[in-house]
T-cell receptor
């Protein structure tokens, strides 16, 4: 299989605080993982590409100092939303790509609400 | 800027009929093409991948790719109510690893 987990599934935090989201590939190794964001009734937008052992590559318009990504092992990538604001409220979804394929498998997503 | 276009629908199809979903993309350098299914409030689930021109069949699903026309389609045969979802076309390539998604087509299978 190709199972990707994500934790937490839902989080509510106060404005100004930080939130960490974990993404794990459970049954395969993933040198490359991706972080996407989806606003209501919109499609997924790529935020950044996370490579194990190196710095993440961020898409244009995504603040790297606000969205901290760490990919410390072949099965774990984390996204930390720092100093969260209400406009950061969204559905954050990670994906992992098998090293031998272009196919990306998505985690179940994290719904972030900033109050 | 890469663009992936899909008709947002809703596309309504009777149960048992063939549902046809279409997608066009702007970047000629794109090399990998994917169809994902997304239920409301859930994350996308990979249905099909296609890399070369022609048809690729997997069960009730057939993906079709025409790189000259920059066109990808998905056919769902013997449509079931459980196929009701939003179908996302995604494209990769042109030097980038991440996926560019279309806005999705909302498919409704009428019992």
């Amino acid at each position: 299989g190709a199972v990707v987990s994500q934790h937490p599934s839902r989080v509510i935090c106060k404005s100004g605080t930080s939130v960490k989201i974990e993404c794990r590939s459970l049954d395969f190794q993933a040198t490359t993982m991706f972080w996407y964001r989806q606003f209501p009734k919109k499609s997924l937008m790529l935020m950044a590409t996370s490579n194990e052992g190196s710095k993440a590559t961020y898409e244009q318009g995504v603040e790297k100092d606000k969205f901290l990504i760490n990919h410390a092992s072949l099965t774990l990538s984390t996204l930390t939303v720092t100093s969260a604001h209400p406009e950061d409220s969204s559905f954050y979804i990670c994906s992992a790509r098998r090293d031998s394929s272009d196919e990306q498998y998505f985690g179940p997503g994290t719904r972030l609400t900033v109050t | 800027q890469k663009e992936v276009e899909q008709n947002s629908g809703p596309l309504s199809v009777p149960e048992g009929a063939i549902a046809s979903l279409n997608c066009t993309y702007s970047d000629r350098g794109s090399q990998s093409f994917f169809w994902y299914r997304q239920y409301s409030g859930k994350s996308p689930e990979l249905i099909m991948s296609i890399y070369s021109n022609g048809d690729k069949e997997d069960g009730r699903f057939t993906a079709q790719l025409n790189k000259a026309s920059q066109y990808v389609s998905l056919l769902i045969r013997d449509s079931q109510p459980s196929d009701s979802a939003t179908y996302l076309c995604a494209v990769m390539g042109g030097g980038a690893d991440g996926l560019t998604f279309g806005k999705g087509t909302h498919l409704i299978i009428q019992p």
